[in-house]
């Protein structure tokens, strides 16, 4: 099979018949979706896809606060790169693109995003600095930022749209759109919060663990948002992964577009926005892991009784992004042997003597050997659910933590054989 090299030629063709053959098990059954105030969406294809709308431009009625983080990786996406260069105080607009990352592009990539906010900024009349902007896809492929410039021309004349159509512009292997909406009310003052989000696989945490956007329908200091943002982050985003795998162009962000004001000095209504948006990344994060790349179950790992939180990530982690684990639940064999393994190569300090271990309800390993009182029939039954909980009960102290991710089947190999295929 001959490989193609050309963003030109591979129009994530694709990534096109993964999205149409690939059905999650997953799939939301109803979208929620409305135009939003504050805020005008609009969709374009503007051809790094072969058929489906790969460009999202947001353009905000007024500059709004915000808060945004990025993917850790040393080898950050042109996006990234140019987002840190330009410090800013408000935003105007959101530009994302999908299909083609512009990661690993050296100055060129930087050029491509100077000449397309250029003339963004130019039509909305913003500084140059107030444009968000991200991309996902291929890594390494070079394009002509007038694709982009070219359907930013057509604003006048065209349409707005709704928040599906926004979550499916940003799609790449994702087998379906992720989107959370959320009702809040505070001292009889009522508002939303919602969000969109895309990623599937190379999802692992160290902030952002893919592309996210919420939105608070409320007048919020970037202050206030920034302590929103980072208190549900390690709860949430940071405890999923799907591969083990972290992207070059990860990001998260959160704006305040709304002008109703709340008193948030008084600690139960921060309280109640503060759940309210932790409830919210929670449901998206989730939706990510959920559509892992040929993904068949959903694993929850909690890891009780640590020393610290540190120790409990450290081996949640070991244990969801294990092979050896992963392939076992989805040939549903409840091996806690490979979870002992996973354990093992965290390289931290446990006394094996002390480890139980639980599928579900069914206690599988207690005090260093396999528990005589299996009942094999239960466990069996359990392992044909759709979501798998993993409990590990170190011993090791009072701390602990639950990571989420997703088993790993022929699929995923066939999807990420053929990426650019």
Same mark, same amino acid.
């Given at each position: 099979?001959?490989?193609?090299?050309?963003?030109?030629?591979?129009?994530?063709?694709?990534?096109?018949?993964?999205?149409?053959?690939?059905? /999650?098990?997953?799939?939301?059954?109803?979208?929620?979706?409305?135009?939003?105030?504050?805020?005008?969406?609009?969709?374009?294809?503007?051809?790094?896809?072969?058929?489906?709308?790969?460009? =999202?431009?947001?353009?905000?009625?007024?500059?709004?606060?915000?808060?945004?983080?990025?993917?850790?990786?040393s080898m950050p996406s042109a996006p990234i790169?140019?987002?840190?260069?330009?410090?800013?105080?408000?935003?105007?607009?959101?530009?994302?693109?999908?299909?083609?990352?512009?990661?690993?592009?050296?100055?060129?990539?930087?050029?491509?995003?100077?000449?397309?906010?250029?003339?963004?900024?130019?039509?909305?009349?913003? $500084?140059?600095?107030?444009?968000?902007?991200?991309?996902?896809?291929?890594?390494?492929?070079?394009?002509?930022?007038?694709?982009?410039?070219?359907?930013?021309?057509?604003?006048?004349?065209?349409?707005?749209?709704?928040?599906?159509?926004?979550?499916?512009?940003?799609?790449?292997?994702?087998?379906?759109?992720?989107?959370?909406?959320?009702?809040?009310?505070?001292?009889?003052?009522?508002? $939303?919060?919602?969000?969109?989000?895309?990623?599937?696989?190379?999802?692992?945490?160290?902030?952002?663990?893919?592309?996210?956007?919420?939105?608070?329908?409320?007048?919020?200091?970037?202050?206030?948002?920034?302590?929103? =943002?980072?208190?549900?982050?390690?709860?949430?985003?940071?405890?999923?992964?799907?591969?083990?795998?972290?992207?070059?162009?990860?990001?998260?962000?959160?704006?305040?577009?709304?002008?109703?004001?709340?008193?948030?000095?008084?600690?139960?209504?921060?309280?109640?926005?503060?759940? /309210?948006?932790?409830?919210?990344?929670?449901?998206?994060?989730?939706?990510?892991?959920?559509?892992?790349?040929?993904?068949? $179950?959903?694993?929850?790992?909690?890891?009780?009784?640590? $020393?610290?939180?540190?120790?409990?990530?450290?081996?949640?982690?070991?244990?969801?992004?294990?092979?050896?684990?992963?392939?076992?639940?989805?040939? +549903?064999?409840?091996?806690?042997?490979?979870?002992?393994?996973?354990?093992g190569k965290s390289e931290e300090k446990i006394? +094996?003597?002390?480890?139980?271990?639980?599928?579900?309800?069914?206690?599988?390993?207690?005090?260093? /050997?396999?528990?005589?009182?299996?009942?094999?029939?239960?466990?069996?039954?359990?392992?044909?659910?759709?979501?798998?909980?993993?409990s590990v009960i170190l011993q090791t102290g009072?701390?602990?933590?639950?990571?989420?991710?997703?088993?790993?089947?022929?699929?995923?190999?066939?999807?990420?054989?053929?990426?650019?295929?």
């Amino acid at each position: 099979m001959n490989k193609k090299s050309s963003t030109k030629d591979l129009g994530l063709s694709s990534n096109e018949r993964l999205y149409l053959k690939n059905i /999650s098990n997953f799939k939301p059954k109803k979208y929620q979706n409305f135009k939003p105030k504050g805020l005008k969406i609009y969709t374009f294809h503007a051809g790094f896809k072969n058929k489906l709308d790969d460009l =999202l431009l947001i353009i905000f009625d007024n500059p709004v606060n915000f808060s945004c983080v990025y993917s850790k990786t040393s080898m950050p996406s042109a996006p990234i790169i140019w987002g840190k260069q330009h410090s800013r105080k408000s935003l105007r607009a959101i530009v994302v693109n999908s299909g083609n990352a512009n990661a690993h592009t050296g100055s060129q990539g930087i050029k491509i995003i100077n000449e397309y906010v250029d003339f963004l900024s130019k039509k909305i009349n913003c $500084k140059k600095n107030q444009v968000l902007v991200s991309s996902t896809g291929v890594i390494g492929e070079i394009f002509d930022p007038k694709i982009i410039i070219r359907q930013l021309a057509k604003i006048e004349n065209k349409l707005q749209t709704k928040l599906f159509e926004a979550a499916k512009a940003i799609m790449t292997t994702d087998t379906y759109p992720k989107i959370s909406v959320m009702n809040v009310t505070i001292n009889k003052t009522s508002f $939303k919060i919602y969000g969109i989000a895309k990623g599937s696989g190379m999802i692992h945490p160290n902030m952002g663990t893919m592309l996210a956007y919420i939105f608070i329908d409320l007048d919020l200091p970037k202050n206030i948002l920034n302590k929103l =943002l980072n208190s549900s982050l390690d709860k949430t985003f940071n405890s999923i992964s799907t591969d083990g795998d972290m992207s070059t162009s990860d990001t998260l962000a959160l704006f305040s577009s709304g002008t109703t004001k709340i008193n948030l000095k008084v600690k139960k209504n921060y309280q109640k926005l503060n759940t /309210s948006l932790s409830k919210l990344m929670r449901d998206l994060s989730l939706k990510i892991v959920r559509d892992g790349e040929g993904i068949s $179950k959903l694993i929850k790992v909690n890891v009780l009784n640590c $020393k610290s939180i540190r120790q409990s990530k450290k081996v949640g982690f070991s244990i969801i992004n294990s092979p050896l684990v992963k392939t076992a639940i989805s040939g +549903q064999d409840a091996n806690w042997g490979r979870v002992i393994a996973a354990i093992g190569k965290s390289e931290e300090k446990i006394n +094996q003597n002390k480890i139980k271990i639980y599928f579900g309800k069914n206690l599988l390993c207690k005090n260093g /050997s396999i528990y005589k009182n299996i009942n094999y029939n239960k466990v069996n039954k359990y392992m044909k659910n759709k979501t798998i909980e993993i409990s590990v009960i170190l011993q090791t102290g009072k701390k602990s933590h639950t990571v989420y991710g997703n088993d790993l089947t022929n699929e995923y190999i066939r999807i990420n054989a053929y990426y650019r295929s």
